[in-house]
């Protein structure tokens, strides 16, 4: 199988499954609970933000970290490339401007004080990782902080998802976790690295928990 026609339907897939299956269900299995380290990154990425600055959530999904920002008297932009996602984090916080666009299409410039990606960074393929970073360096203002999450798995299980994925004729790169639930990508941790310097960030701060990488980083 094409790899480029494979991500292609992969990433069609997606959109689709989230916007049938998972935005009419998402809040009450997965929306309405923020992990302790998800919160204490959190907490600390606003802290440093601006007064009043204008954040960019990136793939926002239902907004389940919108009352987070509001509550801080900050404002808040939501993208993603579900439609049934965005009309889920519509009907909660009707005031929020919102955009239906993916992480590889967005074109903002210098529109946002800060910037987050919430458990997301794991449906991108590896061809679109700098990109994706690089749209969101290119969107913050000078010095703008970003936090992002990356999702970890246990590199055993890694090496028998990509085996089974090859076995089935797909056509995967290691690291890539790929079903009939959908995709996941897990890359190493200087690989990461790497591609957030590329893309122009400086490292802030970095730690683990709850199954994620959090990662708070500034636009040099």
Known sequence: MDRLN???????????????????????????????????????FLNLCPPRAHIL???????????LILDSERTVFGIDQSQGMLDRAHEKFPTVQMEKTGLQEMNFHESFDAAICMDAMECVFPEDWLRVLQNIHRALKPNGYFYFTVEVADENEIKKAFQSAREKGLPVVHGEWADEDGYHFYPQREQVQAWVNEAGFHPIEESFGDLYQHLLVQKR
């Open 57 to 67: 959530d990136a793939a926002c999904g239902t907004g389940k970290y919108w009352k």
């Open 6 to 44: 494979w991500l292609k339907e992969v990433r069609h897939s997606a959109e689709a499954r989230y916007d049938m299956r998972w935005s009419p269900i998402y809040d009450e299995n997965w929306g309405n609970v923020i992990e302790p380290s998800h919160r204490g990154c959190f907490n600390k």
